[in-house]
């Protein structure tokens, strides 16, 4: 979703080689500049690439996502988010390009949100373990880097891509489905569009540093949920509140993983966009 509103909004003057998973080749949908499809664990075609195209940056944003099949699921998450990330830098050091690693707000134990950059990541998670391993890497490398750490990201995905937390509750409520929404964790729901600006800037400008990236809210998914209905024009009635403690998931949740977003105000300066502003955004763009 990240990589699709990167494309999107990318400017003019900016030569990219994007890639993508070869399960989804041919794509179904047109990408703008050059991509091709490329395995990111597959490190002598990634080296391949390096040479061939010699990146000044390389924005980082493939991954296994799911927090519960990376929980059930160790040794493939972590030769995919781990290992062949490290080969990613590797390589970025090798050829000197600046490296925009796409980390998470699962690095945070969520028991004391929100949460500032100055604040020891302890995740709860194996996905949160795996970003934190990535950061702790990072750190030790000789390389250029900017690390992003994105709250919960909403936006239209690319077309047949996986759903969010918007998307899905537009989808049920325009289905006229009911739906259950976890009302008990917190968040700093964030724009894709946002992020994607954000991250532009700090790629083209190569700025160094760790930044916590959020939107000016901390809501629930259920409040979220219901800004949505209301931006949307849906029946909020159709959501139904429940705890965390009542989903079947793999993975632990942290409770509050909202964000400070000081240090993007004051360095980046970027105000964070409210939940509002970012669906009235996503509705003017219309649904894919």
Known sequence: MLGYALLQSKSPDIEVMSVYNPSEDPLKYELPGSSRALDVSNLSKITALFKEFKPEAIIHTAAQGSLDWCEENKREAYAVNVTSTKNIINLCSKYGAHFVFMSSNAVY????GPYNEKVTPKPV?????????????LKSQDVSFTVLRP???????????RDNQVT?????LRAKEPINIVSDTYFSPLSTTF?????????????????NIGGADRMTLFELSEKTAKVFSLDASLLSPISHKDTQAAAKRAIDTSFDCSLMQRE???EPLSV?????????????
């Open 151 to 161: 709250n919960l990201m909403y936006g239209w995905p690319c077309p047949g891509g």
């Open 125 to 137: 998670n194996h996905y949160g373990e795996m970003k934190v391993a990535v950061e702790d890497f």
């Open 276 to 288: 509002e502003e970012g669906l009235e955004g996503m509705k003017e763009r219309g649904s894919k």
């Open 268 to 270: 980046l300066k970027f």
């Open 168 to 172: 899905r509750v537009i989808s049920s």
């Open 109 to 112: 134990a969520g028991d004391h």
């Open 195 to 211: 992020m994607a600006t954000v991250t532009w800037h700090v790629a083209t400008n190569m700025i160094k540093g760790t930044y």
